[in-house]
């Protein structure tokens, strides 16, 4: 079922990332989480993984969840830290036996205590090494992006680079990290453009449910955020301002980028789907029970 905008037209398409549960409730939160976005009929949506394997069974677990009760493509993420090649290898032929053809390649953060990355002696050295891997077992892989430039990369070609190696492998296409500044992803995809890299280039939205913790995580992973940003979120003084206002920042934002011609969008949830929903149903999207109702309306 295409898409549906509020006047009809057909929309773009829409991706919710999710992390596996660590506790019962946490599970369960994951499930309200999935319950709630599915009806925006989203193309896949995709569980994260943790270095090394400790979230292997976990990441699993929700795949196959999420497969089986809400019947949605599923698309697992795999790191190349502190693993061999057949043990990550074998992390994918799990997927595939849980229908999964999907694979967001990722070369992975360094552990925390070591503050650099460093391969293992019988593991992948880089993600394109991974993809590669990947692409010859049949895999349909997405990699990663970084509009503000990795925080390994010296210079803006650097990551250019990077990626173009990455597609070489066969990345069929790309994930940002999240970003604020849409001039900066604009600019990006003028510079991967240039570089002759035609795959598509889905722009990482992340609606803000915690300022101040995400202050701190976009520092880590080299995400600028705007001096306006802090003026606006100072001023908001509920809880229910703070999400108003994460909700109309996300929604301009995704606006601005369709457009801008960006054909899919791929929202970071950290399991709390209400903002994401909100954001989306502000940009457009119907969901399915909606959508259907809409039909038989029209019909």
């Known amino acids: 079922m295409p898409h ?8 773009r398409g829409l991706s919710f990332e999710f992390f596996p549960p660590k506790t019962p409730a946490a599970a369960a939160q994951l499930w309200r989480s999935v319950e709630r976005l599915a009806p925006l009929s989203p193309s896949y949506v995709s569980v994260t993984y943790g270095a090394g394997g400790t979230t292997r069974d976990r990441t699993k677990a929700a795949i196959k969840t999420i497969r089986d009760r809400a019947r949605l493509s599923v698309a697992g993420h795999l790191t190349c830290v502190d693993a061999t090649r057949e043990d990550t290898l074998g992390v994918a032929r799990d997927y595939a036996a849980a229908g999964v053809r999907r694979i967001v390649a990722l070369r992975g953060d360094a552990p925390k205590d070591t503050g650099h990355f460093t391969p293992h002696p019988q593991g ?33 070609a650097d990551d250019i680079t990077a990626l173009k190696t990455k597609v070489a492998a066969g990345a069929r296409s790309a994930l940002t990290q999240f970003f604020f500044d849409t001039e900066l992803f604009l600019r990006f995809r003028d510079r991967v453009a240039a570089a002759g890299i035609d795959i598509p280039i889905q722009p990482g939205i992340l609606p803000v449910e915690d300022f101040a913790k995400m202050v701190r995580f976009a520092a880590a992973c080299g995400t600028s955020v705007p ?34 011609g960006v054909e899919h969008l791929h929202f970071y949830t950290l399991n709390k789907p209400d903002l994401t929903y909100d954001v989306c149903r502000a940009i457009g999207f119907v969901p399915a029970q909606l959508s259907e109702a809409m039909g038989q309306g029209a019909a």
């Open 4 to 11: 549906l905008a509020q006047d009809g037209a057909p929309r």
């Open 124 to 156: 992948f050295a880089t993600a394109a090494e991974l993809v590669a891997a990947l692409t010859a077992q049949g895999f349909d892989v997405t990699v990663a992006a970084y509009p503000e430039r990795h925080p390994e990369a010296k210079t803006d």
């Open 227 to 260: 001096g306006w940003m802090h003026d606006a979120f100072a001023r908001a003084k509920t809880e229910a301002d703070a999400a108003l206002l994460a909700t109309a920042i996300a929604s301009e934002q995704c606006d601005t980028l369709l457009s801008e």
